[in-house]
């Protein structure tokens, strides 16, 4: 069975934190994304990554940073967390190209005091 | 980047009614997804979608590839309470990034 596993799915976090939200996919995928989702803005991408060390910008990097060290594994950072990053986010993986399905995570709910 | 325009926003039906959601956008795509999301959770895939015109079935749930391939629908036939939710559809052309639309939700009045 697929599986996408984000490691919190519930933070909170103070202003000014640096806060990590860790990502592995079980896949193999090549893929892998970050998103946020907020009420009335659906989902919007962040960062992604199409290989090991390679990552490219979303609609909505800014405040963020991503770490992919090793295939299975895609970190989303916020090196100084701001009330304005509190949000549900989301990790997914796919197959690179349209060769594959994008398969999420549980999500993860972070609340910036 | 890129939102699909998903309608209806939300519905609130009887249980046992049938149900249509559809998704429109710009640009061509090459792959349709379809994905319902319970409160709390992270979106699941309920249907895939790669050929133009093509029609795929997953229990009571139908979703098509519209022909200009810059559309979608799915339909839930006889519905029941659990199939309440949030339905998203995304889209993906020839890159790797996938467009999602803004959801519908449903209610499903037992």
């Known amino acids: 069975d697929v599986k996408v596993t984000q490691s919190s799915r519930y933070l909170v976090k103070r202003t000014g934190e640096k806060v990590f939200l860790e990502c592995v996919q079980d896949?193999?995928?090549?893929?892998m994304f970050w998103y946020r989702q907020d009420p009335g803005l659906g989902l919007r991408l962040i960062y992604f990554?199409?290989?090991?060390?390679?990552?490219e910008k979303g609609d909505i990097p800014e405040g963020y940073s991503v770490s992919r060290e090793k295939k299975e594994r895609f970190s989303l950072i916020l090196e100084s967390a701001s009330t304005n990053q509190t949000s549900m986010y989301l990790c997914?993986?796919?197959?690179?190209?349209?060769?594959?399905?994008?398969?999420f995570g549980q999500g993860t709910r972070l609340t910036v005091v | 980047g890129q939102q699909l325009n998903q309608s209806p926003q939300s519905m609130f039906i009887q249980e046992g009614e049938d149900v249509s959601m559809n998704c429109t956008s710009s640009?061509?795509?090459?792959?349709w997804l379809w994905y319902k999301q319970d409160p709390g959770e992270g979106p699941v895939l309920l249907i895939a979608?790669?050929?133009?015109?093509e029609l795929t079935s997953n229990g009571r749930l139908t979703a098509q590839f519209g022909i200009t391939r810059k559309d979608s629908f799915l339909n839930i036939s006889a519905s029941i309470p659990s199939d309440v939710g949030i339905y998203f559809c995304?889209?993906?052309?020839?890159?790797?990034?996938?467009?999602f639309g803004t959801g519908t939700s449903l209610t499903v009045i037992p």
């Open positions: 990554s199409y290989d090991v060390k390679m990552k």
């Open positions: 997914a993986s796919s197959l690179p190209g349209t060769k594959g399905d994008a398969f």
């Open positions: 979608l790669y050929k133009a015109g």
């Open positions: 640009s061509i795509f090459n792959t």
């Open positions: 896949m193999d995928h090549e893929n």
């Open positions: 995304a889209g993906q052309g020839t890159g790797n990034q996938f467009y």
